[in-house]
DNA sequence: TGAATAGTGTCTTTCAGACAATATGCC
DNA sequence: GGCATATTGTCTGAAAGACACTATTCA
């Protein structure tokens, strides 16, 4: 049996890249310039290259729209429902990034007029079956906030705990007490404190922590 | 800008159809007929056709390998490595199944010798990339059953406690305590109990019980 | 009555969740 | 001193984990 035989769809790697700005869980998209659904906003993504991985593929589309290095990447889903693209069978397979925004500069690439960040609760009418994969991701990054550490991924490598505790709120889009976060955190045993401070503002400075070791968990 | 212009790899489902077979977590695998890793055992799968969903297809071939209806089944992740298949290019979508041995008959289907069950820990050399997906799926497995109460898909309707403790057990290769178990799945307040006793054997019946609802939880 | 499995309660520790007062630095 | 944020502890309830005895059926 030879693999010719079989349909060859087309492959594409879409890269969901959340950052927070302004203590609001964003995510970037993309303005289409070309049919189907131009003008529609869509996740950013492209076709796979013969001779990458499919992770390497993601990354490569993270640089291409975000310039970004180093940041939390890690496989969501792939959607392969036939009618998915009118144009012929795409299957995509869906990555999520969390990054800080200082991190990145997004930039619009090819078939694309336009690139911006939405807060998740006020996202636009999106392309192809984008709103249900940004919904999988929302509801997946939420379950990974809760039981690992991804939190700091939003985060510089020295943040204070008051950004951290914004994070998770942001992300679950709920008050949290302070005391109890923290408590919660030193619990987790991911985070160590670091000597320096952070001064900015006319008030007490709060201490700046760090992640105690590079685990990234990947489940 | 048209697909045309893009490499089309070829797609396949693998589905690793996991049972629990005296009190042992087995796994189905299959012997290969063909090159390449002709002879070799490998996690039964096969392409995806031009018109079927990707859960269609893991459906198709659950059914084509197993004859088996209404089990639990998820996807699991997508494997894209480029040289993962010495042919050409074949990205496959990992799907695992759940289910009681009592519903199943293994049987070889096109090009496959032999279809059998092994238990996790005695697994023979496997094809292509199969090995990393199997422990990949052992682990997700594991965590699922930490956090969800996915252990009843390898019982039938109606259950012991001891039953559903030796999957516990089987799964996460370690002894549970009777007693904490038992007030552990009381907390997680999925089973009800049925006016039914199981009378097998020379000692006291056991009380059966079943699901509280079909809470599928799929993240 | 012996063999085999079912069924059950207490204590300790850990963590989640509710709740408010003091500390520090800048202006 | 006033403002803004940082930092800290106690109580209560829920659940995990350690641990051993009684109950029921059949042969």
């Not at 890249?17 to 964003?26: A, M, P, T």
């Not at 490598?157 to 949290?176: G, H, I, M, P, T």
């Not at 670091?194 to 400075?205: I, Q």
Request: glycine share 4%.
């Amino acid at each position: 049996m030879s693999t010719a035989n079989y349909p060859h769809p087309a492959v594409t790697v879409d890269v969901l890249v959340f950052s927070l700005i302004n203590n609001e869980l964003k995510i970037a998209l993309v303005r289409r310039d070309i049919e189907p659904f131009k003008g529609i906003w869509a996740i950013p993504g492209g076709f796979v290259k013969e001779t990458e991985t499919l992770e390497t593929a993601a990354k490569r589309e993270l640089k291409e729209e975000a310039g970004i290095k180093e940041v939390f990447l890690e496989q969501l889903y792939t959607f392969g429902d036939p009618k998915r693209d009118p144009r012929e069978r795409v299957i995509t397979v869906a990555y999520y990034a969390l990054t800080p925004s200082y991190k990145l500069q997004l930039r619009a690439d090819t078939d694309v007029s336009e690139a911006k960040w939405f807060g998740i609760n006020k996202l636009p009418e999106l392309a192809f079956d984008h709103r249900v994969i940004v919904n999988y991701a929302i509801k997946r990054l939420r379950a990974k906030l809760e039981y690992t550490g991804i939190a700091h991924a939003f985060l510089p490598d020295e943040f204070r705990l008051s950004e951290l505790q914004a994070v998770y709120e942001a992300v679950l889009n709920k008050k949290l007490d302070k005391r109890n976060f923290r408590k919660h955190i030193e619990t987790m045993n991911i985070l160590e404190s670091t000597k320096l401070f952070d001064t900015e503002g006319a008030h007490r400075p709060a201490r700046l922590y760090r992640v105690r070791q590079k685990t990234m968990i990947t489940l």
